[in-house]
């Protein structure tokens, strides 16, 4: 069995490595390189030709301004699925977020939704049950921002 810890350090790196430090990554490489592909979008373009023209110090300070703007919109979805937020995800019904890491015993039963084990990582309702929190610690001891 998997423990609720182990199951919210794991989901927690994931939203780390692959969504902040995957989204940080492609925004400063779209503003370094420009867009990637051969159909490439004129605002981007002129974003980056922009971003380019800026004198160092000034493109290190947008590329902070970047990495605090991925910073707060992780965590401010993060707090969404805490169900931190004002009102009810279904108004006029007793509602909430869940978030569950499911482990299978196959991938046949995987394919088939039929789990061996479902955790909800989100019990925002109980002590040290906040993803947000998580991840807020998480990239205050892994960030260099």
């Known amino acids: 069995m998997i423990s609720l810890s182990d199951a919210l350090d794991a989901f927690i790196k994931k939203v ?7 989204a940080y990554s492609s925004l400063e490489l779209l503003l370094r390189e420009g867009p990637p592909g051969n159909q490439k979008q004129p605002e981007e373009t002129d974003l980056q030709q922009w971003f380019c023209s800026l004198n160092i110090e000034d493109q290190e300070k947008i590329l902070k301004i970047a990495k605090m703007a ?10 969404l699925l805490d169900n931190k937020m004002s009102g009810q995800p ?3 019904r007793i509602s909430d977020f869940g978030l569950y890491v499911h482990t299978y015993g196959s991938n046949v039963d995987r394919f088939s939704y039929n789990p061996d084990e479902s955790i909800r990582l989100n019990k925002s309702y109980s002590v040290n049950g906040d993803l947000h929190e998580a991840y807020d610690f998480e990239i205050n001891i892994t960030d260099d921002a």
């Not at 991925?70 to 707090?79: A, D, G």
């Open 16 to 22: 780390y490595d692959q969504v902040h430090k995957q």
């Open 70 to 79: 991925v910073k707060l919109t992780v965590f401010n979805f993060l707090v």
């Open 90 to 92: 279904i108004q006029e």
